[in-house]
């Protein structure tokens, strides 16, 4: 898959939608479930317009059934795409509103070539060719081999973020990467 000039790739992953568990785990600065899943839905909808294309890394929701999952896919802007994270149990992978559902997949963007998965990779496809590896899965924890990005919500200000932000270094510091050390 190529980008077109009229819209924008983005991607994300680790939204946990749902998990009252990632407000302790992962030190989320929210008060509630409810406050969690609306300041993602709200900051998913300020970054993505309704024709750009969104590959989210895995962990979509947690221990949701389908219709709350149809729901919120409902509710978010963009063309969606799933790459399985091992908390997608099948209530979010049969949900209707992904374009595409896949466990590792490969796209070109700006003319880079991408290895996206939920996990980080020792190495991947393409590594000595210069190929990029965006993966979920560590919430901001692991530190990264050279050319690979952690594209979670966690590290991204709770908000999907396109590969030149990535590239440029600069998360949207909502929420900043704590240590869990």
Not at 95 to 124: D, K, M, N
Not at 148 to 177: C, K, N
Request: charged share 20%; with cysteine.
């Amino acid at each position: 898959m190529s980008q077109t000039s009229d819209m924008a790739i983005f991607f994300t992953s680790d939204t946990h939608f749902g998990h009252g568990g990632a407000l302790g785990l992962y030190r989320r600065p929210f008060s509630s479930v409810a406050t969690m899943n609306e300041a993602i839905v709200e900051r998913w909808n300020a970054t993505v317009g309704p024709d750009d294309e969104l590959w989210h890394l895995g962990d979509f929701a947690i221990r949701q059934h389908q219709a709350v999952v149809e729901q919120l896919l409902g509710r978010l802007n963009g063309r969606k795409h799933l790459v399985t994270g091992n908390n997608d149990a099948a209530a979010t992978t049969a949900a209707s509103g992904w374009q595409s559902v896949q466990p590792y997949t490969e796209i070109t963007v700006e003319g880079l070539s991408l290895v996206l998965c939920h996990y980080p990779f020792r190495t991947w496809r393409g590594m000595a060719k210069r190929w990029l590896n965006l993966h979920g899965h560590c919430h901001g924890t692991l530190k990264p081999q050279p050319r690979q990005f952690d594209v979670g919500v966690d590290v991204w200000g709770f908000r999907p973020v396109t590969l030149r932000t990535i590239l440029d270094g600069a998360p949207s510091v909502a929420h900043p990467v704590r240590s869990r050390r």
